[in-house]
């Protein structure tokens, strides 16, 4: 849990310091450790609320969530950085 | 650290003093006891000040503390003043009961049994210390509920109710944890994994010395209750979790033994019992402040209260419990109708009577409940402790119906009512019935736990 919330601080200097915040569900389905994932970056990003779901300006794509040959969840959506950990963040591009 | 630790006995140290103030330790009483409830007291009211100034007025960082500080230092200032006109008084009393009550010689039985509870503590903090270590942060439901809200409160102040969206943080959980752990971090100037484990560990302290210190430190039974309240592994991996049972199960035990009905007969003057019945209102609402489990303690024991007071008189009695329950319940009603109107996670907004009804008269749902918290039931306390549930809530039953048990039958009954209530929340709660008893079982339990030694180990009728 140490390592996951240390690897999820990285993404607070590129995020608004408030509001919600898009997290990018296992394309694969949920599991204890995907679950737990999400859960360390909602714990490392309060007060923002890292919601389960994709639609807000920015979006959390933690490693191993999106399908590897291209997910079609990000369309609209362009990356803005890739942190240690193999985490990455997406802003949309029309607001 | 050096700020939170500060910050924890800031308020400690004024309920101590107003304790002693109000004359709150009688002859029969340990200072032990009288610490553990200026802690449980400390931390209960400081929790409510520090959610009045951060959540309600947004006051976060150094004007908090500032805040704070100046607070807890007048309520402090107030209280030694009015311990300092009672002063003569009260040393006449203690050295009366000093000279009451000369301490006896210990014997080799006596010696063994503060050396096995030396030996069981020893184990228990260091199988903490080795928790603490391998996860810093606490339990799943550490940094998944309680941290989480303590950082909401302490990064964003009045905002703090960006969390109610997250549906896993169980947004009708009380606050006493998060706003304790968030008052600590803001007299820390910094989120420190140790302080919310230094709160956890605060806790465990203070159970282990409400029980032995109810018990009489100078009887053998007192420190073999301590050896038997912490031996079970489960007490030691609580104390590390830093999540919210083992609070509970702190102002729940210390509220029944301020219930204790030999308090009374003991000879305590009417300004003193008030103030005890008073205390102990306060101890059962920091349950419920710190849990929801809690307000079924608060339930029980105000009917406990309310059946004394009609059977035995004056029902001002029943003012002063409620007076001393009030802040805590007030903070509940604010954050349930107001704030967080939701149902517990544990039950669902799509449940109706009828569906309610139809879990509460299944047969075979209550056959899997049984079955499944049979199998717990037995393995309940990790491998050094198997069978000990059983055992003691055996014990239990048989004191409660045993006349030198007399003076510790309502905290059995209460206890068992308790049980009673978890029992029902599994059968009526919509959630996966396997995961559900699976997750709560151990932690409602180890609530219940130090209660359940106090009744055992209250042979005699005169301590519990």
């Keep these: 849990m ?4 240390a690897e999820f601080q990285a993404f607070v200097w590129e995020l608004p310091a408030t509001g919600v915040v898009g997290y990018l569900e296992p394309y694969d389905g949920s599991n204890e450790d995907t679950v737990r994932m999400h859960y360390a970056a909602q ?4 007060p923002r609320v890292v919601a389960g779901r994709v639609g807000p300006e920015f979006l959390i794509v933690a490693r191993g969530m999106a399908r590897p ?3 079609e969840r990000l369309a609209g959506y362009y990356p803005v950085a890739t942190f240690p950990g193999g985490h990455r963040l997406f802003r949309r591009l029309v607001p | 650290m050096t700020g939170a630790l500060l910050g ?8 101590w003093i107003a304790l002693t103030a109000l004359r709150l330790r009688v002859p029969a009483d340990s200072r032990a006891l009288t610490a553990a409830v200026a802690l449980g007291g400390g931390i209960g009211l400081s929790s409510l000040s520090t959610v009045w100034l951060m959540a309600h007025w947004g006051i976060t960082g150094i004007r908090f503390v500032a805040a704070d500080a100046c607070l807890w230092t007048a309520l402090g200032a107030a209280a030694w003043w009015h311990m300092r006109r009672t002063s003569a008084e009260r040393q006449a009393r203690s050295d009366a009961a000093a000279a009451a009550n000369p301490p006896a010689a210990l014997t080799a039985a006596d010696w063994l049994a503060r050396a096995t509870f030396g030996a069981v503590a020893a184990v228990a903090v260091a199988t903490i210390v080795t928790e603490y270590v391998a996860s810093p942060h606490g339990q799943w439901d550490a940094w998944a509920i309680w941290n ?10 009045d905002q703090w109710t960006a969390s109610l969206a997250i549906g896993w943080s169980q947004p009708s959980h009380p606050l006493l944890v998060p706003a304790s752990v968030a008052r600590m971090w803001s007299y820390a100037g910094a989120e420190l994994t140790g302080v919310p484990a230094m709160l956890g560990f605060a806790f465990g302290i203070a159970i282990v010395a409400a029980v032995v210190g109810a018990l009489a430190p100078s009887r053998t039974r007192a420190w073999i209750a301590g050896a038997v309240l912490v031996a ?3 007490f030691a991996q609580q104390v590390a979790a830093q999540t919210a049972d083992l609070p509970t199960a702190f102002f729940v035990v210390a509220a029944l033994i301020l219930l204790r009905p030999e308090r009374r007969a003991r000879g305590l003057d009417a300004e003193a019992a008030h103030a005890t019945l008073l205390l102990g209102g306060m101890l059962a609402g920091f349950a419920a402040w710190t849990k929801n489990e809690g307000l079924v303690l608060v339930a029980i024991a105000t009917l406990v209260v309310a059946w004394r007071a009609a059977r035995h008189g004056p029902m001002r009695q029943l003012t002063w419990w409620a007076a001393g329950a009030a802040p805590a319940l007030v903070a509940i009603a604010w954050l349930k109708l107001d704030v967080a109107p939701v149902p517990a996670g544990y039950f669902s907004e799509a449940d109706t009577v009828t569906t309610m009804a139809a879990r509460m008269f299944s047969a075979e749902r209550h056959a899997v409940v049984a079955s499944l918290a049979a199998q717990h039931w037995t393995h309940w306390g990790g491998p050094r402790a198997m069978g000990a549930l059983p055992l003691m809530m055996a014990a239990a039953a048989v004191m ?4 030198s048990g007399r003076a510790a039958r309502s905290a059995a009954a209460t206890v068992g009512i308790m049980f009673a209530g978890y029992y029902a929340t599994w059968v009526l709660s919509p959630l996966d019935i396997v995961w559900l008893i699976g997750t709560s079982f151990d932690r409602l339990l180890i609530q219940l736990w130090p209660s359940m030694v106090l009744v055992v180990f209250s042979f005699g009728g005169r301590d519990a």
């Design chain 1, 2 to 5: 140490a390592r996951l919330q």
């Design chain 1, 43 to 46: 714990y490392a990003l309060a």
């Design chain 1, 69 to 71: 040959e291209g997910d």
């Design chain 2, 232 to 234: 079970p592994g489960i």
């Design chain 2, 400 to 403: 409660a119906f045993m006349r």
């Design chain 2, 8 to 15: 924890l006995l800031l308020p400690v140290a004024v309920v």
């Design chain 2, 148 to 157: 989480q809200k303590a950082r909401f409160l302490v990064r964003a102040g």
